[in-house]
């Protein structure tokens, strides 16, 4: 067993680096249409499923909850013409996020470093609450989904994507697998998964009308391919990053999910939900 | 190593401090998930696997869900082992 702190500020912070030549700049999973695309396109379109789900014009607020190295608060606020502010526990994603704006010379875009299930903004004060990829780090995904709808305007919207469970894993099957799940653990940090359904019933518990829905499990299988790709292109820079250990431990991570991917046990998914809007005062 | 209650909680506060997750006070009543040391499944299981690697056997494979390591304490105590 690892003695590294797997919680997930401490964890991003220590293989942030790695991760962009692992992950991509994005530093997310690809969605691939063809099965062909190389992982940048894939990404690509991950993201703009987001962008239409989010319905996205100029001048909106968006808060983008875990926004890891701000590739995509970027991405959307010079393509659209949104104000985005990015948050994240890590203290380095947000350095190297505000690095990486400051040298792409986007406007718009400002990184803090706050938890997303206890954000400190006030109500109603986003037009779009964007949360690609991190809600699976925070364990309480009640508290994740009410600090999105807290802070949502009326008629404004949030957009989720994240790995999904498929099923429940009941705590025999975790002993049994244990060696596999710590392998998990030590690759990707502390991570906790939802169902694509639990997301829809929790943004429906606080007052979202859900409109979206998508299993995109198929789509992002080739996200595993394209990884232990970088893996063996990038092999001497990230071992020098994360060490041989935390490498092989990526790549036997990549086996992992696929096959749990494959299995039905784990996946990906979007959802997206509307904030009700205010209702004209009749006299 | 024996089911003795003290050797037990040697186990227990050791996985803990291992873990990371060794609240301040922690005693015999402290919970071991939420609103205590906060322990996962997959920690619970690997505190399980811990448990019978010292003690020969251990509560969670015998179906039960000890909430403490008083509890713990109690199955090897009623268990005899």
Redesign the interface.
Known sequence: ?S?D?H?PAAHYDRVMAAWQLLLGDELHYGVFEHGDEPLDVGTAALTSRMIDAADLRPGLRVLDVGCGSGAPARTIAAGFGVEVVGITTSAVGVDTARARTAEAAVGAVTFEQRDGTDNGFDDASFDRVWVMESAHLM?DKDALVAECARVLRPGGRMVLCDLVGHRE?G?AE??ER?AD??VL?EAFG?A?FASLEGFAALASAHGLDVDRSDDLTSATLPTFDRWRANADAHRDEVVALIGAAGHDAFVRSCDLLEAFWRDGTFGYGLVSATKAPARSSVS | MSTAPEDVQRTVVDFLTLTAKLPEGFSADTPLYAGGAGLDSLETAELSATLEDVHGSDPYSTGEMPQTLGEIQAFYAASGA
């Open positions: 067993m003695t702190t919680e364990r894993i705590f975790v002993r244990r799940f710590a653990r502390d906790h």
